[in-house]
């Protein structure tokens, strides 16, 4: 079945440090790939998406790449801040509609980044 | 705006006590989906319905119930028959195929004593 490895946190950063948080799935048709985020006490925020393989996501100076080749949608940002201390969750759908349609989800990845 | 809204924000209950969070979207999505998030963990996915009057359950529906009696709305029945309902539950909603991701409420911290 379709499923979705993130690297396991917490993941800890000073202030201006790169980050990368990997995903690799397992799909057996061509999902879209997502990356949210949740900060505390807070519900989940669509961060980045992409449709199909080579198509870079990006959002607030976050990026990641679908690469088929590699099953993977790393999660990376050049310079992280404080405020981008939160929980990161890489997920798929296969988009075909029924319970396949629904979105699968990484256990997510705490980061912390510290001034 | 459009969006997905959670009421209440924390809500406490007595064990034994049915209890109905309330899920509302005026997004026109035609899916919605209830999961539940306990400290430290990922998602886990109760019930989810992907058109009005029809449900289907997820991977831990036990001890819960749900209603789609219209497109809008999809509330959530933690039951007395759930053994640890103290917890973070997310309602989402998405277009039919998922493929555009959903959209999550801000979420209904339940305490139950």
């Known amino acids: 079945g379709n499923s979705v490895t993130q690297m396991e946190g917490p993941v800890t950063l000073s202030e201006e440090a790169f980050l990368t948080i990997n995903c690799t799935y397992t799909?057996?048709?061509?999902?879209?790939l997502f990356w949210y985020v949740q900060y505390p006490g807070e519900g989940l925020q669509l961060l980045l998406k992409?449709?199909?393989?080579?198509d870079k996501g990006s959002n607030k100076g976050f990026e990641a790449t679908y690469r088929k080749e590699t099953t993977s949608f790393h999660l990376e940002k050049g310079s992280v801040q404080v405020s981008d201390s939160a929980v990161y969750f890489c997920?798929?759908?296969?988009?075909?509609?029924?319970?396949?349609?629904?979105?699968?989800f990484g256990k997510g990845t705490k980061l912390s980044v510290k001034p | 705006d459009g969006g997905i809204t959670q009421s209440p924000k924390y809500l406490f209950r007595k064990e034994g006590q049915n209890v109905t969070l309330s899920c509302e979207q005026n997004?026109?999505?035609?899916?919605m989906y209830w999961y539940r998030q306990d400290p430290g963990q990922g998602l886990r996915l109760i019930y989810y319905?992907?058109?009005?009057?029809?449900?289907q359950k997820g991977d831990i529906a036990e001890g819960y119930s749900v209603s789609r009696e219209k497109k809008e709305s999809f509330p959530l029945t933690v039951t007395s028959a759930q053994k640890n309902p103290t917890a973070f539950y997310l309602c989402?909603?998405?277009?039919?195929?998922?493929?555009?991701?959903?959209?999550f409420g801000s979420g209904t911290r339940l305490t139950v004593v």
């Open positions: 992409a449709t199909k393989a080579d």
């Open positions: 997920a798929l759908s296969e988009g075909y509609g029924g319970s396949q349609g629904n979105l699968i």
């Open positions: 799909a057996t048709g061509y999902p879209s």
């Open positions: 989402a909603s998405s277009e039919q195929t998922g493929r555009g991701g959903y959209t």
């Open positions: 319905s992907q058109i009005v009057n029809d449900f």
């Open positions: 997004l026109n999505h035609d899916a």
